[in-house]
Nanobody, 119 residues
Framework: VQLQASGGGLVQAGGSLRLSCAASGSTFITYSMGWFRQAPGKEREFVARSWSGRQYYADSVKGRFTISRDNAKNTVYVQMNSLKPEDTAVYYC???????????????WGQGTQVTVSS
């Protein structure tokens, strides 16, 4: 499985971006998919995941970010609204064959896409 993330960029605080992650392979529908981010000097952290038909969010993005997936297109998205400077990071998509995708459970990682939020 290969993951290709896109959609990052520079946006002002309060703005929006939508990240996309296209996956190769025919078993996408069975995978837990998620988004993670890593700011300079910090560890990679969980942002959002789609698993078993439900969506999960980090407290820091709850109410502002929405994860969705289009299984017909093998693509997972994260819509990011009301962006804050502290959301600035490299964002990675990831997939897990079993269980909820996490930093330690992910089987596949995308290449990352930079999101920069200016104040």
């Amino acid at each position: 499985v290969q993951l290709q993330a896109s959609g990052g960029g520079l946006v002002q605080a309060g703005g929006s971006l939508r990240l996309s992650c296209a996956a190769s392979g025919s078993t996408f529908i069975t995978y837990s998919m998620g988004w993670f981010r890593q700011a300079p000097g910090k560890e990679r952290e969980f942002v959002a995941r789609s698993w078993s038909g439900r969506q999960y969010y980090a407290d820091s993005v709850k109410g502002r970010f929405t994860i969705s997936r289009d299984n017909a297109k093998n693509t997972v998205y994260v819509q990011m609204n009301s962006l804050k400077p502290e959301d600035t990071a490299v964002y990675y998509c990831a997939a897990a064959r079993t269980g909820p995708v996490s930093v330690t459970n992910a089987d596949y990682w995308g290449q990352g896409t930079q999101v920069t939020v200016s104040s």
